[in-house]
């Protein structure tokens, strides 16, 4: 791994075109999911490449000699995710637009299981993470450099990413509280390998995200962000040169945001914006108490506010109800929110479980530790952001949840496989 830490190109290459063709099926989705160059360049844009890439995964993992079934808990409350959603879309009051959506979830159980299934060691993680993290830094890097050519202006659309998932600046904010944790710590555990060129190019990694969450005007994701400043510089660490970094930090942030935006902050609750979604919220958990089992149906919200509610509409077309957990509820119920809440517990438990079989490997563990922390924070982040964007089905939690039952898996075999083989029989 060492020359994998170093980022060396040449022997990541070899490693990975003498890998089986389903892992480079599901590089290949994380590549076009996330750069997107079926967006960028319009002749490329005649086929459903990330479906493609993903049932590929799966399909060409059937026939890999070296495949084996991963085991996890994860799988069931996953699975029974999937049945209550598919329940709801029975029970819908609006059941067409239930089915026209459906994929809007199935897509990440698949995603999930292509995942998990495919990224089974240690170099294979690495690979899928370095093209994750670089896809990001993509984003990140050209919008941090859009907002600083403007002079760090205020818009009213903040900044916006490329089609599709992060398009609005609410959802391209919180890709970037999600993918920062991550490199930095895996900045941290690699920095020693590397040279100066390439610990500039990953120290770049969270402060251009940093600089594109304060830029995109998102309220929750800023919110966001002060946490994951205060968890990665200062909790736990209560030195003075920490203090002196957060202050640093901290001073620097409120210099760059635009008083336009520390303006939003303070008419927070009272602006339209937030009135809206005060209502939004209300009448989210009065469906939710109306029909607690599975909720009015998989996205129904719109329709049923508008129907029902629409003495509280502030707009002319209603919206998603901007919180994760009032969407989940008022898609699927009471049933389905259980079981996405206890998805969300199993990726801090995943990130546990990986720490406390890292300590057994010793030195040869760090690289889980760093990674496992960094998928705390993000997901942390993500959640914190959640309370007022409507995201519940877009990749940030399903991405995290598998990196976290894979980096557990591999972890845990890694584990394995150190035992004498006396021990390893018993």
């Known amino acids: 791994m060492e020359d994998f830490y170093a980022l060396k190109l040449r022997p990541m290459w070899d490693f990975f075109r003498k890998e089986h063709f389903s892992f480079w099926m599901v590089c290949g989705y994380l590549f076009v999911e996330y750069v997107r160059p079926q967006s960028i360049y319009s002749a490329l844009d005649v086929l459903p490449w990330a479906r493609i890439f993903l049932i590929g995964g799966v399909v060409a993992w059937l026939f890999d000699s070296k495949s084996k079934w991963v085991s996890s808990p994860t799988h069931k409350w996953m699975v029974l995710f999937l049945l209550a959603t598919i329940s709801s879309i029975f029970a819908a009051t609006y059941r067409d637009v239930s089915r026209e959506h459906f994929m809007d979830f199935f897509s990440w159980f698949i995603v999930y299981f292509a995942l998990i299934l495919n990224v089974n060691n240690r170099k294979r993680f690495y690979i899928l993470l370095l093209i994750y993290l670089l896809a990001s830094f993509k984003i990140s890097a050209s919008l941090a450099y ?50 100066k060129g390439k ?58 945001i635009p008083d336009e935006q520390k303006q939003r902050f303070s008419q927070s609750g009272d602006d339209k914006t937030s009135e809206q979604r005060l209502r939004y919220w209300r009448r989210g958990m009065e469906m939710i108490e109306s029909h607690p089992l599975l909720g009015v149906g998989f996205f129904n919200f719109i329709p049923y506010f508008e129907e029902y509610y629409s003495s509280d509409q502030l707009y002319e ?63 942390l982040g993500f959640l914190i952001a959640g309370q007022f964007v409507t995201v519940g089905y877009y990749p940030f939690i399903w991405i995290n949840l598998a990196l976290s039952v894979a980096l557990r898996h591999i972890c845990e075999q890694e584990l394995l496989d150190a035992q004498p083989d006396e021990k390893r029989r018993r």
């Open 146 to 195: 859009k907002w600083a050519a403007r002079g760090f202006a205020f818009t009213s659309w903040g900044l916006q990413g490329p089609p599709g998932f992060f398009a609005n600046s609410g959802e391209l904010s919180i890709q970037m509280l999600v993918y920062a944790p991550i490199a930095f710590h895996l900045y941290l555990f690699i920095r020693p390998h590397l040279s």
């Open 199 to 256: 610990r500039a190019m990953m120290i770049l990694m969270p402060v251009t995200s940093a600089l594109t969450v304060i830029g995109a005007s998102s309220r929750g994701a800023q919110l966001g962000l002060v946490y994951q400043v205060y968890a990665l510089l200062l909790k736990g660490r209560l030195s003075f040169k920490n203090i002196l970094l957060t202050v640093i930090v901290a001073v620097l942030v409120y210099q760059v």
């Open 317 to 379: 077309r209603a919206q998603l109800p901007h919180n994760i957990f009032i969407q989940v509820g008022t898609d699927s119920g009471l049933l389905g929110l259980s079981c996405y809440v206890a998805l969300i517990i199993q990726v801090f438990r995943n990130n546990r479980g990986t720490r406390k079989s890292a300590e057994k490997l010793e030195g040869a563990g760090d690289f889980y530790v760093a990674i496992s922390k960094g998928l705390d924070t993000g997901t």
